[in-house]
């Protein structure tokens, strides 16, 4: 069967393509989840989006942050090992493609990525994060979020 125009998400003339492509490698451990359980990431997510609704990139957000931050929780918690919920509740997961509307360029990943790490700083103690994996998860993020990069500069910030 060949897909109809209308399936595809809508791609702006000016995308950006990340020279460096998909991220490679493993991922997160998923360890992470036995250790943490659901309602710690839900909380260091809400967390992260108290960061981001203090931050300069607010506007590209929806009103609902509480909502928002959820569905990121969701995401997290499969990566980490626990039941796929992400994909249970909103579908496959094409991140790249679920962020092409929101002009997103190397100066909202750097602040995107600030607001995580101040959310990071006492993990262990505030959500249980493991500390053997934060490194690694920090190093995920960086990857990861380097290939939701989709314009060289926004202009709609
Ligand atoms: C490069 C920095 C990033 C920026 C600026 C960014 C920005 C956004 C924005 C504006 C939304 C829409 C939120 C809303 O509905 O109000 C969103 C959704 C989301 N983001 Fe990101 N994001 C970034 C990186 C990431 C990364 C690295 C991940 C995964 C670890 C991620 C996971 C998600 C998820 C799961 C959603 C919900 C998708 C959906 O609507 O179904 N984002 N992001």
Redesign the pocket.
């Given at each position: 069967m060949t897909a109809q125009p209308s399936d595809q998400p809508r791609i702006p003339a000016d995308v950006y393509v990340p020279p460096g492509g998909p991220p490679q490698g493993a991922g997160p451990s998923r360890e992470i989840y036995q250790q943490m359980g659901q309602d710690a990431i839900f909380r260091l997510c809400a967390d992260f989006y108290a960061e981001l609704e203090q931050s300069e990139?607010r506007p590209?957000?929806?009103a609902?942050?509480p909502?928002?931050s959820k569905?990121?929780a969701?995401?997290?918690v499969g990566?980490f090992g626990g039941p796929p919920l992400?994909q249970q509740l909103?579908g496959p997961?094409q991140?790249r493609a679920?962020?092409l509307p929101?002009a997103?360029d190397e100066q909202?990943?750097q602040?995107?990525?600030a607001c995580f790490r101040r959310v990071l700083q006492d993990a262990e103690s505030k959500y249980n994060f493991p500390a053997e994996h934060l490194p690694g998860f920090i190093a995920?993020?960086s990857s990861?979020?380097?290939w939701?990069?989709n314009r060289k500069r926004a202009t709609n910030e």
């Open positions: 990139i590209m957000f929806s609902d942050m909502a928002a569905k990121l969701a995401f997290l990566l992400f909103y997961p991140m679920r962020h929101f997103i909202a990943r602040v995107w990525l995920f993020l990861f979020s380097a939701m990069v």
